[in-house]
């Protein structure tokens, strides 16, 4: 499978042994990529060219593995980019000396800003003849893009773009032009840069693929070295198994690329291991509908609830001064840094959240008992009633400053709830049973009144007992309970999987209601009657993560009061867009318009009375669009419930969420069909 692909440098003649990695060479993959669907292909051709990069230039492997990526570093890093339409058209337009309203015009027609930057290629005055672009100086490029701030900063992005454009597709002679409309407009190198800047590849190239496919060149370029041609098949899936291992644990591609350079494969699982200041994708629960559901589940098997606390979720990384260990110092903030150790607090998208959580990070060292050196906890702050001594609800939390926050100003305290222990003086332990790391969390660490306290729990496993904890957490403000295997490899730590081996049951599920859905706000309409001069309601999205497209999922009027109606308008007024971006699956009905579009920026959490086929809609079309009558799933009378701050567009439900969710309805005999009544204002 791994040579399915031709060898790429037949292509590039000049790319030889040592040169820097032509940045035509690694459009050229892309846009192979881009124009199928199988991800067998995917992977070899991925592999291939990775393949290539490490036996000419391995030095550029890790800029390469980024672009690839379609982000520029690790999450906890906080560089992204993510750059406005305005700005692109900007540059394109000063780039290409086209006015700013024949890019409006274009981009209205053709709608992919790429494509417009493409087309606009020909036109460039070239007074001299650029570089070709490398992979190196692209990445380096998009960097100094997405780091600079300050005054004058939007000034220098657009600096920073035309330095790009104009050196990109030079290969390209005098005033030829790409045609857009063939192939997706083909290997552009302008259409890829508009592309990363944007955010978004659209290449169809998901996370995972890429970790095989690199974990695949790592091997056959190791067993190249051994003088063997080609690897067996259980030399590849072994690679693949330690490489999804150690990225699990280690989701940060600066770290594990050096590693694999300069150890091979083979020894990457000694190199790279859980390490205090890389946060691991959290492990995520499955809903289920009820108690009897879990019951069923865990027959035969011991199992706890746990207390499901409505807060944030927190990882806490901590190394002591006087432990022999490192901390991941490119991410050490200053307010982690005590008389006691270093530290820093990530949540569940590995953001950095040292400058909301400065108190946490200030008390943190009373909490840790003597011997204990170094740990990665998971656990949710909770927003805490000092005179009642107990939980306060989630809106409380979300009134707390995200930013540059002082520990001693803060007014909304919280306490940090602990559920899990994943690494403990030096060792990872995400591969013991659950069992044995909560008595490790509990030997660990010393619980302090409203600071610091172990998740509640009861051990029982008869459906009352758990009735009874149910309701208990219920009247302590929690959300309902956590339900976690106690043994076994089952019970092992389990890094950004949604397991079944953790089941939530909110209380919410129990009336029939269903889990909520966090959903992106792609269109909004303008109000009416009181609403006019705000949003009255707006068009929401689920994610597909194959094609990296958001489905439209429903209209939504409901839930909203008046003075977030107000804020709302405030905050996605400056994201309105032109057009919908081409990763928007809508309808392209008449009637089904929203007023204007956004830029996909921001998440809501949503409920629904249930779920319905629908004419309109798109959301899991690849599953339920393809009987002419409908074109998807949608909501029905789904109601506002809260902005979900802490997740980003891509974080949103996903389509394959959404379809299990319509089926789990489904077989539950409650499938309605026909029109859909999903427009509730
Ligand atoms: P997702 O499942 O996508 O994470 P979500 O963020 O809305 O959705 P829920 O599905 O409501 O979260 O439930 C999982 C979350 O519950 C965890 O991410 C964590 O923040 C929180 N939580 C609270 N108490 C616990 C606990 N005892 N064990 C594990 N998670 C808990």
Same mark, same amino acid.
């Given at each position: 499978?791994?040579?399915?692909?031709?060898?790429? *440098?037949? @292509?590039?003649?000049?790319?030889?042994?040592?040169?820097?990695?032509?940045?035509?060479?690694?459009? @050229?993959?892309?846009?192979?990529?881009?124009?199928?669907?199988? &991800?067998?292909?995917?992977?070899?051709?991925?592999?291939?060219?990775?393949?290539?990069?490490?036996?000419?230039?391995?030095?550029?492997? $890790?800029?390469?593995?980024?672009?690839?990526?379609?982000?520029?570093? @690790?999450?906890?890093?906080?560089?992204?980019?993510?750059?406005?339409?305005?700005?692109?058209?900007?540059?394109?337009?000063?780039?290409?000396?086209? *006015?700013?309203?024949?890019?409006?015009?274009?981009?209205?027609?053709?709608?992919?800003?790429?494509?417009? @930057?493409?087309?606009?290629?020909?036109?460039?005055?070239?007074?001299?003849?650029?570089?070709?672009?490398?992979?190196?100086?692209?990445?380096?490029?998009?960097?100094?893009?997405?780091?600079?701030?300050?005054?004058?900063?939007?000034?220098?992005?657009?600096?920073?773009?035309?330095?790009?454009?104009?050196?990109?597709?030079?290969?390209?002679?005098?005033?030829?032009?790409?045609?857009?409309?063939?192939?997706?407009?083909?290997?552009?190198?302008?259409?890829?840069?508009? &592309?990363?800047?944007?955010?978004?590849?659209?290449?169809?190239?998901?996370?995972?693929?890429?970790?095989?496919?690199?974990?695949?060149?790592?091997?056959?370029?190791?067993?190249?070295?051994?003088?063997?041609?080609?690897?067996?098949?259980?030399?590849?899936?072994?690679?693949?198994?330690?490489?999804?291992?150690? /990225?699990?644990?280690?989701?940060?591609?600066?770290?594990?690329?050096?590693?694999?350079?300069?150890?091979?494969?083979?020894? $990457?699982?000694?190199?790279? !291991?859980?390490?205090?200041?890389?946060?691991?994708?959290?492990?995520?629960?499955?809903?289920?509908?009820?108690?009897?559901?879990?019951?069923? !589940?865990?027959?035969?098997?011991?199992?706890?609830?746990?207390?499901?606390?409505?807060?944030?979720?927190?990882?806490?990384?901590?190394?002591?001064?006087? *432990?022999?260990?490192?901390?991941?110092?490119?991410?050490?903030?200053?307010?982690?840094? =005590?008389?006691?150790?270093?530290?820093?607090?990530?949540?569940?998208?590995?953001?950095?959240? *040292?400058?909301?959580?400065?108190?946490?990070?200030?008390?943190?060292?009373?909490?840790?008992?003597?011997?204990?050196?170094?740990?990665?906890?998971?656990?949710?702050?909770?927003?805490?009633?000092?005179?009642?001594?107990?939980?306060?609800?989630?809106?409380?939390?979300?009134?707390?400053? !995200?930013?540059?926050?002082?520990?001693?100003?803060?007014?909304?305290?919280?306490?940090?709830?602990?559920?899990? $222990?994943?690494?403990?003086?030096?060792? %990872?332990?995400?591969?013991?049973?659950?069992?044995?790391?909560?008595?490790?969390?509990?030997?660990?660490?010393?619980?302090?009144?409203?600071?610091?306290?172990?998740?509640?729990?009861?051990?029982?496993?008869?459906?009352?007992?758990?009735?009874?904890?149910?309701?208990?957490?219920?009247?302590?403000?929690?959300?309902?309970?956590?339900?976690?295997?106690?043994?076994?490899?089952?019970?092992?730590?389990?890094? =950004?999987?949604?397991?079944?081996?953790?089941?939530?049951?909110?209380?919410?599920?129990?009336?029939?209601?269903?889990?909520?859905?966090?959903?992106?706000?792609?269109?909004?309409?303008?109000?009416?009657?009181?609403?006019?001069?705000?949003?009255?309601?707006?068009?929401?999205?689920?994610?597909?993560?194959?094609?990296?497209?958001?489905?439209?999922?429903?209209?939504?009027?409901?839930?909203? =009061?008046?003075?977030?109606?107000?804020?709302?308008?405030?905050?996605?007024?400056?994201?309105?867009?032109?057009?919908?971006?081409?990763? /928007?699956?809508?309808?392209?009905?008449?009637?089904?318009?929203?007023?204007?579009?956004?830029?996909?920026?921001?998440?809501?959490?949503?409920?629904?009375?249930?779920?319905?086929?629908?004419?309109?809609?798109?959301?899991?079309?690849?599953?339920?669009?393809?009987?002419?009558?409908?074109?998807?799933?949608?909501?029905?009378?789904? !109601?506002?419930?809260?902005?979900?701050?802490?997740?980003?567009?891509?974080? %949103?439900?996903?389509?394959?969420?959404?379809?299990?969710?319509?089926?789990?309805?489904?077989?539950?005999?409650?499938?309605?069909?026909?029109?859909? %009544?999903?427009?509730?204002?």
């Amino acid at each position: 499978q791994t040579t399915l692909a031709p060898p790429v *440098s037949a @292509a590039y003649p000049d790319w030889k042994a040592g040169d820097p990695v032509p940045y035509a060479a690694l459009c @050229a993959t892309f846009s192979r990529i881009e124009l199928t669907t199988k &991800r067998l292909q995917i992977l070899a051709m991925c592999s291939a060219f990775l393949q290539q990069v490490l036996r000419l230039t391995p030095a550029d492997l $890790l800029p390469t593995v980024l672009l690839m990526t379609g982000k520029l570093a @690790a999450d906890y890093s906080g560089i992204e980019l993510g750059i406005g339409e305005s700005l692109i058209m900007k540059a394109i337009g000063e780039t290409t000396g086209r *006015s700013a309203k024949v890019i409006k015009d274009d981009q209205q027609k053709i709608g992919d800003l790429g494509l417009v @930057a493409a087309k606009s290629r020909g036109n460039q005055p070239t007074m001299f003849k650029p570089k070709p672009l490398t992979v190196r100086g692209v990445h380096e490029g998009l960097m100094k893009i997405a780091i600079v701030e300050g005054q004058g900063a939007q000034g220098r992005k657009v600096d920073g773009i035309k330095k790009l454009l104009s050196a990109a597709d030079v290969n390209l002679a005098k005033g030829q032009q790409v045609d857009i409309n063939k192939d997706k407009g083909g290997p552009s190198e302008s259409k890829f840069i508009i &592309r990363a800047l944007e955010g978004k590849m659209r290449l169809g190239l998901a996370d995972k693929t890429l970790q095989v496919a690199l974990a695949q060149a790592m091997v056959c370029h190791d067993v190249a070295k051994d003088g063997k041609k080609v690897p067996s098949e259980t030399e590849l899936k072994k690679g693949e198994e330690v490489f999804k291992t150690v /990225y699990s644990e280690l989701p940060a591609y600066e770290v594990i690329v050096p590693a694999l350079l300069k150890g091979g494969i083979w020894k $990457l699982r000694e190199e790279c !291991r859980l390490q205090p200041g890389v946060p691991l994708k959290p492990m995520l629960a499955k809903p289920t509908k009820s108690i009897g559901e879990v019951l069923d !589940r865990f027959e035969g098997k011991d199992f706890t609830c746990e207390y499901k606390y409505d807060g944030e979720r927190a990882q806490i990384h901590f190394v002591s001064h006087d *432990s022999k260990q490192d901390f991941a110092t490119t991410v050490a903030p200053k307010e982690g840094k =005590s008389e006691a150790g270093i530290s820093n607090i990530f949540s569940r998208n590995s953001e950095d959240l *040292s400058k909301k959580y400065p108190d946490i990070l200030a008390k943190l060292p009373t909490w840790v008992k003597e011997g204990t050196k170094s740990f990665v906890l998971d656990c949710e702050t909770v927003a805490w009633d000092v005179e009642k001594k107990s939980v306060l609800p989630f809106q409380q939390l979300m009134t707390r400053k !995200r930013k540059d926050v002082k520990a001693e100003d803060v007014k909304v305290k919280v306490c940090v709830f602990a559920f899990d $222990l994943l690494y403990l003086n030096g060792e %990872a332990i995400v591969a013991k049973p659950f069992r044995e790391r909560r008595e490790l969390l509990h030997s660990a660490f010393e619980p302090v009144e409203g600071e610091f306290a172990f998740a509640q729990h009861g051990d029982g496993k008869e459906i009352e007992e758990i009735q009874v904890l149910l309701e208990e957490s219920i009247k302590a403000s929690c959300e309902g309970l956590m339900v976690k295997m106690l043994d076994g490899v089952e019970s092992h730590y389990e890094p =950004s999987r949604r397991s079944q081996n953790w089941l939530k049951v909110k209380k919410d599920y129990l009336a029939g209601a269903g889990d909520s859905l966090d959903l992106v706000v792609l269109g909004a309409y303008y109000g009416k009657g009181k609403r006019t001069s705000v949003f009255g309601a707006f068009q929401l999205a689920c994610f597909n993560e194959r094609s990296q497209k958001y489905e439209t999922v429903c209209n939504i009027g409901t839930g909203f =009061s008046e003075v977030l109606l107000e804020e709302l308008h405030e905050t996605l007024s400056p994201h309105v867009i032109d057009k919908p971006k081409p990763f /928007y699956d809508h309808s392209s009905g008449k009637n089904d318009q929203p007023d204007v579009w956004f830029e996909a920026k921001f998440v809501w959490e949503v409920k629904t009375a249930d779920l319905t086929l629908s004419p309109r809609y798109r959301a899991a079309n690849e599953e339920f669009g393809s009987d002419g009558t409908h074109k998807g799933v949608s909501l029905r009378f789904p !109601r506002f419930i809260r902005v979900r701050e802490d997740k980003k567009a891509d974080d %949103a439900t996903t389509s394959v969420q959404v379809a299990e969710m319509y089926r789990a309805q489904a077989q539950q005999g409650k499938e309605k069909k026909g029109p859909a %009544a999903d427009d509730d204002f």
